[in-house]
């Protein structure tokens, strides 16, 4: 009897204090803290902290991603999930098909909005695309955040992101100063027309103004997601391009250019840098394979991003509208001491099948 009641204790311990989603590490709690570049309504921009608050009243809050086949976005519904169970706020994540998306995106605000919830936050696949529907939502009456990219609309209430255009020219920099401003490379800057990926492009197009002698030589548009589409891609520009220095990547086919790079005997002698590394990057960089990468507090962005609305909610005077968190750079001698915890979800976490908590 005595063993059922340990037993039965055990279980309510768990049901008590370990959140249903985690299905990994405990949750990292070392956000708390993170000073990030505050910018008010009135114009004033502040260094500032950000904590956590929790609703003065029940707050219920949708959420729409473009899709869950990117880590990116899983990293960040991480950070949804337990920052409203951390902070008792009610959420509803839902996902839509990917870049090509965008009327799937549209539909999923217009449910959320046909929920009640009291407040939305969006991950745009298109900033034009979705500029209307915000300006509709916000006039009936919901206020609408956006991580990431935002609308391109004044209408909006808050906006949380890394700076996508800086980390293009971060990482494009490091590159031909790697190359000692002399050689040739290439760029695969993932989908074209996404609002972020364009962001990344201007910003290496931009670095590349201060190295004339680094001639560009290949460019092509196509999925971010894919590693083995990064290797073919990868493979016919070293075929074209036999003396290519290097490679400017984004996201996860940055693996594949790797896997190529390896399998020709070229890690020494081309340079590869990537924006927005995954845990799965990690291996590369410490085999040198991928030898640069910048990225965001993409799950740190969605912590504060839930925080901005709780204090909006709670009717604080002073709220900033805009926050823009410092980008992140990753190389072979720092990568043991990298911050995972504001950038990944714990290694093996997926999303639940059913993204929805209630308010406390």
């Known amino acids: 009897m005595r063993k059922i009641k340990n037993i039965l204790c055990v ?22 803290g993170i000073i990030a570049e505050n910018i008010y309504p009135w114009g004033s921009r502040l260094w500032e902290p950000w904590e956590r608050v929790t609703p003065k009243k029940k707050l219920t809050i949708g959420i729409s991603v473009p899709s869950l086949s990117s880590p990116y976005f899983v990293n960040q519904v991480y950070g949804y999930l337990t920052e409203a169970e951390a902070a008792g706020v009610g959420v509803t994540v839902l996902a839509a098909n990917g870049y090509e998306d965008l009327q799937g995106q549209i539909s999923q605000i217009e449910n959320l909005v046909q929920k009640g919830v009291d407040a939305l936050i969006v991950a745009p696949i298109s900033a034009e695309g979705l500029a209307a529907i915000t300006e509709e939502v916000v006039d009936n009456g919901t206020p609408v955040y956006f991580i990431g990219e935002a609308a391109i609309t004044d209408k909006l209430a808050g906006y ?50 201060n190295y004339p002698d680094i001639k560009l030589v290949a460019e092509k548009w196509g999925d971010a997601e894919d590693p083995a589409v990064g290797q073919s891609v990868a493979e016919n520009i070293l075929n074209a391009h036999p003396d290519l220095d290097g490679f400017f990547v984004v996201e996860a086919q940055a693996h594949g250019v ?51 609305v709780v204090r909006n909610h709670n009717k604080e005077n002073a709220v900033p509208k805009y926050v823009w968190t410092p980008g992140l750079e990753i190389l072979q001698d720092n990568v043991d001491t990298f911050p995972k915890s504001h950038v990944w979800a714990p290694e093996g976490w997926k999303p639940p099948s059913s993204m929805v908590l209630k308010a406390k």
């Open 11 to 32: 279980l309510i311990f768990i049901t008590l204090f370990c959140p249903f989603f985690v299905q990994a590490d405990s949750y990292n709690d070392d956000w708390q």
């Open 160 to 209: 949380v992101c890394e700076n996508d255009f800086d980390f293009g020219y971060k990482a494009t920099d490091w590159l031909c100063k790697k190359l000692d401003g002399k050689g040739k490379i290439a760029i695969l800057p993932g989908p074209a027309g996404s609002t972020y990926t364009e962001a990344i492009n201007k910003g290496a197009h931009y670095a590349l103004k």
């Open 258 to 308: 790797a896997n190529a790079l390896k399998e020709a005997k070229l890690t020494e002698k081309v340079h590869l840098a990537i924006a927005y590394p995954f845990q799965e990057t990690l291996p590369y960089i410490q085999d040198g394979s991928i030898d640069y990468g910048v990225t965001g507090h993409s799950l740190t962005n969605a912590r504060i991003l839930i925080n901005m």
